[in-house]
């Protein structure tokens, strides 16, 4: 038998090395991988017959869907966003999915999205919990705290400067004025002693730097910095989520306000400590206790919440690969 593992098709500026974590959670379960196959191509696959784990968040081209007939898929962790929902799933892409029914999903919004359908579905959570495979084998941290792109969805340069119509956009929206916001939040919620000794690390990388062997090179990399870390604080759900595999305290930074971020969440913020921000109200919220400004000195444990989904999808996905 043949092994797939998805990559993922680059940004106009950049490709989000999130994506490739996602893989290798599907990768850690496979004797070998055979080949690469591009989430967007999925329907282009003409190799021998070969399984795939389909996990993670669908798609940028729900045009090119459905998969190739030459792919045995396993649908588990699978988001079907809000966006792309009504054109994905069409007759011919609800017929595809009733094939492989019941479909593992990552949220409860495909979990009910899929069953308006009448396509059999069940919440699994993320494949990103079974990362447990790259925590360090010693106790103790190295006492870094690593700030992974914190509320990345708030206005900022890079989004604003892109060019001449993302810059219209952001004068009209008055965008351009609040540049600043995510910073005035972060100084509210921890001291200024955490903000200036942490690191800061982006999970979007620039296009056309790196091959797909680099590109997981780089999310192992990463996931052996987080592993390793006295704390994370980020928006990014794979970091957050890792993190919880890894046994890495985390704090999760929730500042989404649109469905097609919200709709992805569902399920997923409960199982770490969140603290929600919202933008237009300035309020502040967090499902565990906050006194005061958040300092490096916090003593963070991580919920066990996720044990349960990390083992049901160790062996979900050990039952698929081990079939004949």
């Given at each position: 038998?043949?092994?797939?593992?998805?990559?993922?098709?680059?940004?106009?500026?950049?490709?989000?090395?999130?994506d490739?974590?996602?893989?290798?959670?599907?990768?850690?379960f496979?004797?070998?991988?055979?080949?690469?196959?591009?989430?967007?191509?999925?329907?282009?696959?003409?190799g021998?017959?070969?399984?795939?784990?389909?996990?993670?968040?669908?798609?940028?081209?729900?045009?090119?869907?459905?998969?190739?007939?030459?792919?045995?898929?396993?649908?588990?962790?699978?988001?079907?966003?809000?966006?792309?929902?009504?054109?994905?799933?069409?007759?011919?892409?609800l017929?595809?999915?009733k094939?492989?029914?019941?479909?593992?999903?990552?949220?409860?919004?495909?979990?009910?999205?899929?069953?308006?359908?009448?396509?059999k579905?069940?919440?699994?959570?993320?494949?990103?919990?079974?990362?447990?495979?790259?925590?360090?084998?010693?106790?103790?941290?190295?006492?870094?705290?690593?700030?992974?792109?914190?509320?990345?969805?708030?206005?900022?340069?890079?989004?604003?400067?892109?060019?001449?119509?993302?810059?219209?956009?952001?004068?009209?929206?008055?965008?351009i004025?609040?540049?600043?916001?995510?910073?005035?939040?972060?100084?509210?919620?921890?001291?200024?002693?955490?903000?200036?000794?942490?690191?800061?690390?982006?999970?979007e990388?620039?296009?056309?730097?790196?091959?797909?062997?680099?590109?997981?090179?780089?999310?192992?990399?990463?996931?052996?910095?987080?592993?390793?870390?006295?704390?994370?604080?980020?928006?990014?759900?794979?970091?957050?989520?890792?993190?919880?595999?890894?046994?890495?305290?985390?704090?999760?930074?929730?500042?989404?306000?649109?469905?097609?971020?919200?709709?992805?969440?569902?399920?997923?913020?409960?199982?770490?400590?969140?603290?929600n921000?919202?933008?237009?109200?300035?309020?502040?919220?967090?499902?565990?206790?906050?006194?005061?400004?958040?300092?490096?000195?916090?003593?963070?444990?991580?919920k066990?919440?996720?044990?349960a989904?990390?083992?049901?999808l160790?062996?979900?996905v050990n039952?698929?690969?081990?079939?004949?």
């Amino acid at each position: 038998m043949k092994y797939s593992i998805m990559t993922y098709a680059e940004g106009d500026r950049w490709f989000n090395i999130g994506d490739y974590v996602q893989s290798l959670a599907a990768k850690q379960f496979l004797p070998q991988v055979d080949s690469y196959i591009n989430r967007e191509c999925l329907g282009q696959y003409t190799g021998e017959p070969s399984k795939i784990i389909l996990n993670g968040w669908f798609t940028h081209h729900p045009e090119t869907w459905v998969p190739a007939d030459n792919l045995i898929p396993l649908f588990i962790s699978l988001h079907i966003n809000s966006t792309v929902a009504s054109r994905m799933l069409s007759d011919e892409g609800l017929a595809y999915l009733k094939k492989y029914e019941p479909i593992g999903c990552r949220d409860h919004f495909t979990v009910r999205l899929l069953e308006s359908k009448g396509v059999k579905a069940y919440f699994t959570g993320c494949l990103t919990l079974t990362l447990d495979s790259y925590a360090k084998k010693e106790s103790g941290n190295d006492g870094k705290i690593y700030i992974v792109d914190p509320l990345y969805g708030f206005p900022n340069k890079d989004r604003i400067f892109v060019n001449t119509k993302s810059f219209i956009k952001g004068v009209i929206k008055g965008d351009i004025l609040n540049m600043n916001s995510s910073n005035e939040f972060m100084q509210k919620i921890f001291s200024k002693s955490l903000l200036d000794q942490a690191e800061y690390i982006k999970q979007e990388l620039p296009k056309d730097t790196y091959t797909e062997d680099e590109k997981f090179l780089l999310a192992e990399e990463l996931l052996r910095k987080y592993s390793t870390a006295k704390l994370v604080i980020t928006s990014r759900i794979h970091c957050a989520l890792p993190c919880l595999a890894l046994g890495t305290p985390v704090i999760y930074l929730n500042g989404f306000e649109k469905e097609f971020d919200a709709c992805r969440m569902e399920g997923l913020s409960d199982l770490f400590h969140t603290i929600n921000i919202n933008r237009k109200t300035k309020e502040i919220s967090s499902n565990f206790k906050i006194s005061g400004l958040i300092d490096e000195n916090i003593e963070l444990v991580n919920k066990l919440d996720y044990l349960a989904l990390a083992n049901k999808l160790k062996t979900t996905v050990n039952g698929f690969i081990n079939q004949n």
